[in-house]
């Protein structure tokens, strides 16, 4: 069975503010992979990233980047820089080849960025 | 960019009567898939759908759920009987390959009264 603890429920920072969503993941499988999806205000769920299992590289994308740490089972995200927009509610998601790209989903981290 | 949609955005229905939610998937997607949000939750897994039938369910997928890809480009998640505890966001998903990300609609608010 799969698991996604995203322990931290709601987080307030400050415009141009760091800030860090953690995730941690369970899985006995050995390829597995991992998602965030961003929950904007508006309700849709928009794709931020995947990474497999066998690619322990972070990634940056612009103000966004991607800590992933198979040997914490976690894949954490920071923003940098925050700003207003990045209000929304993070989610942090785990399939497995045998899953049939079924996702399980994190309770969410809901990030308001005062400005 | 090629998107899914959800039809309606919003539907308020009465406790007992079906309602059938509708999603276009990104045309050359393979696999399919239902999600409900309760308000404030996580997203839960309903069903997963692929060659044209119901490759996974999850418990909350009772005989009152049931899907359908009436031609090649509807997958419609029908409510036979409505309950209170149906309300939630209905997000309906494709993705491309069975690790591929999935790609959401914007969702369908369902309202039981």
């Known amino acids: 069975a799969q698991k996604v603890t995203q322990a931290q429920t709601e987080i307030s920072v400050v415009e141009k503010e760091d800030v860090t969503l953690d995730c941690v993941y369970e899985?006995?499988?050995?390829?597995?992979?991992l998602f965030w999806y961003k929950q904007p205000p508006s309700g849709e769920l928009v794709f931020l990233i995947r990474?497999?299992?066998?690619?322990?590289q972070n990634e940056i994308s612009g103000r966004y980047s991607w800590n992933f740490q198979k040997s914490t089972s976690s894949f954490n995200f920071t923003i940098t820089a925050s700003q207003v927009v990045d209000s929304a509610v993070y989610f942090c998601?785990?399939?497995?080849?045998?899953?049939?790209?079924?996702?399980?989903f994190g309770k969410g981290i809901t990030l308001s960025v005062r400005p | 960019e090629p998107e899914v949609t959800q039809t309606p955005s919003h539907q308020v229905t009465q406790m007992g009567q079906e309602v059938i939610l509708r999603c276009v998937p990104i045309?050359?997607?393979?696999?399919f898939y239902w999600y409900r949000q309760i308000l404030g939750q996580k997203v839960e897994f309903l069903v997963s759908f692929y060659n044209n039938e119901i490759s996974e369910k999850s418990e909350i997928f009772d005989d009152q759920f049931s899907v359908e890809r009436p031609d090649g480009s509807n997958f419609t998640l029908k409510i036979r009987s409505t309950k209170l505890e149906d309300s939630a966001m209905y997000f309906c998903?494709?993705?491309?390959?069975?690790?591929?990300?999935?790609?959401f609609g914007n969702g369908t608010r369902l309202t039981v009264t």
């Open positions: 045309s050359n997607h393979l696999y």
């Open positions: 998903a494709s993705s491309g390959g069975r690790v591929s990300p999935l790609h």
């Open positions: 899985t006995r499988d050995t390829t597995y992979y």
């Open positions: 998601a785990l399939t497995t080849t045998g899953a049939n790209s079924k996702l399980t």
């Open positions: 990474r497999n299992s066998f690619d322990e």
